[in-house]
C-alpha cells in the first residue's frame, strides 16, 4: 500500500469514527502528560535532596574523618563497640597532616556538635544543635546568613563570643525582634548574635532549624560540644581515592603513636574518575 493511499484510509477512519478517535487521542496526551509529570516530579525531588536538604546537612561529595562511624546500618555487635570506644580520638595535632595529604583545591573544616540549652530575655529556653566551627564549613555546607554577617577570621582567633542562630530558633527566641546584636546564653554562657542562617528545610515533620553556630576555638574553651570532628571536600572525582588516603596517613600516625609498632609502608595514590 502506498503512503499516500494509507493516509487517506486513515483519515477517512478519522471523519467516520470521530467520538472513537477523540478517546484515543485523548488518552494519548493524558498518558504522555502523566509520564511528563512523574520525570519531573522525581527530577525536582531528586535536585531538592542532593542540593538543599542532604547538601546542606551532610554536604554534597564530603567525607568525614571520625573514630568510630557517625550512622550504623543493622545490628550492631558489642565487640565492634567495644572496639569503636578502644580507638583513639580524633585530635587538633591530626589536622595538619590531614590537610596536607588532601588533593589541591580541597576545602576542609573542624567542628564539634552537641545539643544544649539556648536562652534569651524575651522567651523561654530552648534547645537546640549547636555546631563550633573552624575552617571551610560555611562553605561545605553552602550555608550562608539571611541577615547578619557570618563571624570573622578575627573573630575566629581572638575567640570572641558570637554565633549564628537558625530560623526556628530566632522565631522561638525573639517573636517580635531583630535578633541582631541581641544577647543569648548557649549552655549558661553569654553570646552575641551576629547573624540569622538559612534555613535547611523539615523532613517527615522534624525541622532542622533549630541550629547554632559558633566559632570553634570560643566554644571550645566553653566547652559546649563534643568530640572535633574533620570534614574535607576533594572534588567529586577524587574523593574516593582522597578518603583512602586520609584513613591510611591517620593509622600510620596512630601506629607510630603505640610504642613497640613500626609504621606500615605507605601506599601510594594516584588520583581517579
Not at 17 to 37: H, P, W, Y
Not at 75 to 89: G, L, Q
Not at 163 to 187: S, W
Not at 228 to 245: F, I, Q
Request: glycine share 10%; hydrophobic share 40%.
Amino acid at each position: 500500500m502506498q503512503l499516500l493511499e494509507a493516509l487517506r484510509l486513515a483519515l477517512d477512519t478519522l471523519r467516520v469514527q470521530k467520538l472513537k478517535s477523540f478517546f484515543t487521542l485523548l488518552g494519548v496526551c493524558i498518558g504522555v502528560m502523566f509520564l511528563i509529570a512523574v520525570v519531573s516530579i522525581v527530577d525536582g525531588m531528586g535536585r531538592y535532596m542532593e542540593e538543599d536538604l542532604v547538601g546542606k546537612l551532610i554536604g554534597i561529595n564530603t567525607f568525614e574523618l571520625r573514630h568510630r562511624p557517625n550512622i550504623n546500618i543493622g545490628d550492631v555487635d558489642a565487640s565492634v563497640w567495644e572496639e569503636y570506644r578502644r580507638r583513639p580520638r580524633i585530635l587538633e595535632s591530626d589536622v595538619e597532616p590531614v590537610v596536607e595529604a588532601l588533593p589541591d583545591g580541597s576545602r576542609w573544616a573542624m567542628y564539634a556538635e552537641d545539643n544544649l540549652r539556648i536562652e534569651s530575655a524575651y522567651s523561654r529556653p530552648r534547645n537546640g544543635h549547636v555546631f563550633a566551627v573552624d575552617g571551610d564549613w560555611f562553605e561545605i555546607k553552602k550555608l550562608d546568613v539571611t541577615s547578619g554577617r557570618r563571624f570573622t577570621q578575627q573573630e575566629v582567633l581572638l575567640g570572641d563570643d558570637v554565633v549564628i542562630l537558625g530560623p526556628e530558633l530566632v522565631k522561638r527566641l525573639f517573636p517580635t525582634l531583630d535578633p541582631i546584636g541581641r544577647p543569648v546564653k548557649i549552655g549558661g554562657l553569654p553570646y552575641q548574635v551576629v547573624g540569622v542562617g538559612e534555613s535547611l528545610g523539615s523532613a517527615f515533620g522534624i525541622s532542622f532549624d533549630n541550629y547554632v553556630v559558633a566559632p570553634l576555638p570560643d566554644a571550645r574553651s566553653h566547652r559546649p560540644a563534643g568530640e572535633d570532628r574533620r570534614s574535607a571536600v576533594p572534588g567529586r572525582r577524587g574523593r574516593r581515592v582522597a578518603g583512602e588516603r586520609v584513613r591510611n596517613l591517620v593509622r600510620q600516625l596512630r601506629r607510630r603513636a603505640l610504642p613497640g609498632t613500626a609504621p606500615p609502608p605507605a601506599q601510594p595514590a594516584a588520583e581517579g574518575h
